[in-house]
């Protein structure tokens, strides 16, 4: 009986998961649709018919759209170098805490020793607060490890990031209206 109802539950689930996903899909059909209706106000098949001497700001126009959608992607390529310097940042205060815990953590062991040594206290309690510390600081030790991982990978990640912007702001500055003669265009970069 129990294996049957988790058996229906699971397919419960399973439904709801694909129906969740299928509306999901049908919203971002939906908006992306309004989108392009907003930003294609004019009919292309329409646009298509207008003679060749009568587009004479067509050139213009396309070129100032190709600039502006090569500074958005700018922006987008500057906001996530802002977020991962932002990410560095806070690794680097989770390290210097983790630095902070080691020095408490070896100060509590350099009492505690002494406590031994002097024979002060219980010693069977003693000796189970020396074996704690020193779990928790080798723990400690582990959690940096990670973190300098996650520094290191954040760092060249911004540096990716930071040259990437440089290059981008390069060819935006040196792109240049050539009269209606299509640019190649500019790619962005997609490593992460």
């Not at 999901?24 to 003679?51: F, G, R, Y």
Request: include cysteine; proline fraction near 2%.
């Amino acid at each position: 009986m129990k294996r049957n109802i988790k058996i229906y539950f699971l397919g419960l689930l399973a439904f709801i998961f694909i129906t969740g996903c299928a509306t999901t899909q049908e919203l971002k059909t939906s908006i992306t649709a309004k989108v392009s209706s907003i930003t294609e106000n004019v009919d292309p098949a329409i646009v298509s018919q207008v003679p060749a001497d009568k587009k004479e700001g067509f050139a213009k126009a396309e070129f100032a759209l190709n600039v502006a959608q090569q500074k958005v992607k700018l922006a987008e390529i500057i906001s996530e170098l802002a977020a991962s310097q932002k990410k560095y940042a806070g690794l680097e205060e989770d390290l210097a805490n983790n630095f902070q815990k080691e020095a408490e953590i070896d100060y509590d062991l350099v009492k505690i020793e002494a406590i031994i040594k002097s024979d002060l206290g219980k010693k069977e309690d003693n000796l189970k607060l020396k074996a704690n510390l020193q779990s928790k600081k080798l723990h400690i030790q582990a959690e940096r490890i990670k973190i300098d991982a996650n520094l290191d990978a954040t760092k060249k990640r911004s540096e990716y990031l930071s040259t990437d912007v440089a290059r981008m702001d390069e060819a935006i500055k040196a792109m240049k209206f050539n009269g209606g003669v299509k640019a190649p265009e500019q790619k962005a970069s997609g490593g992460k």
